[in-house]
């Protein structure tokens, strides 16, 4: 008897995992047919914290163009290199088509520090290179912006300065505005939610608490949810242990067997204020 419920456990713990992500999908329908970007400050960000929302915006039929742009080649230990190539390697395994949808940024602007705070204005015109590069047009090539929220998800002063980097750029694109009536459409900047370190650490046991706060907080404010499946959890930890060897310290594997992050992500849709605007 012992061993059957040992074999029943797991598989009913599995097959209620991959059901919630199912009706995930249902219940929070994914953006479709938007040309969007993933704003990242080190190679292995994409993995480490987005790897639900990379899988799920790439996913075949929904028609959505995916980039990302990593603001530094994470050079902190001189093996910016060599983890470039990581990005792109991971890149491709969570979804993105081709090799020239991963830029890299190597700027002394943006060191990679544990200590250093990036400046926005410097971040805004990286963006505003790339996807707005008409200095007297509003229009940009991308719809929509995903980065980390202001508190970074880990505190690290590169993802929050990439915060408020974006929310500078999307400032710059509206004051391009000639006028108020000008209904040229604005990228959406959605940013991914930092937790507690309790629920941090929670891996596929936060996703009901976190569905149960975007219900009850979210009306009206067009949150995205995203929970990988049983596979798709597997797909992201080989994205990590596969591509991003360079980086696979013990600390790490911590990470990707207990973090919340390689299970679900929550983005909130960040809408600039009347004085930002």
């Known amino acids: 008897m012992q061993w059957l419920t040992a074999l029943l456990v797991p598989a009913l713990l599995a097959a209620t995992w991959a059901y919630t992500a199912q009706v995930t999908r249902s219940a929070f329908p994914p953006l479709r047919r938007k040309r969007l970007c993933l704003l990242i400050a080190h190679p292995d960000d994409e993995a480490m914290f987005f790897a ?117 750029f999307l400032s710059a694109v509206y004051r391009r505005r000639p006028s108020a009536r000008d209904a040229t459409p604005m990228p959406e900047l959605y940013t991914l939610t930092s937790t507690s370190i309790a629920r941090k650490y929670l891996s596929v046991l936060d996703v009901a608490p976190t569905m149960l706060l975007r219900v009850l907080g979210g009306k009206g404010k067009k949150p995205l949810l995203f929970v990988n499946s049983p596979l798709q959890y597997r797909t992201a930890q080989r994205a990590m242990t596969n591509a991003h060897r360079s980086q696979m310290r013990w600390f790490r594997w911590g990470w990707i067997g207990a973090s919340r992050y390689m299970v679900v992500n929550d983005l909130k849709l960040d809408r600039l204020s009347a004085e930002d605007k």
Do not use: Q
């Open 52 to 168: 639900p929302t990379l899988l799920a915006l790439t996913a075949a039929g929904l028609g959505n163009e995916v980039k990302i742009l990593c603001l530094s080649s994470g050079d902190a230990d001189g093996l910016g290199e060599i983890r470039k190539k990581e990005l792109v390697k991971s890149g491709l395994a969570l979804g993105l088509r081709r090799e020239e949808d991963v830029m890299v940024i190597e700027d002394p602007k943006f060191p990679d520090s544990m200590t250093s705070t990036w400046d926005a204005k410097a971040i805004a015109d990286v963006l505003s290179r790339a996807f707005a590069p008409d200095p007297s047009s509003p229009r940009t090539t991308i719809d929509v912006l995903v980065t980390f929220d202001r508190d970074g998800v880990s505190s690290h002063p590169n993802h929050i300065s990439l915060y408020h980097g974006a929310r500078a």
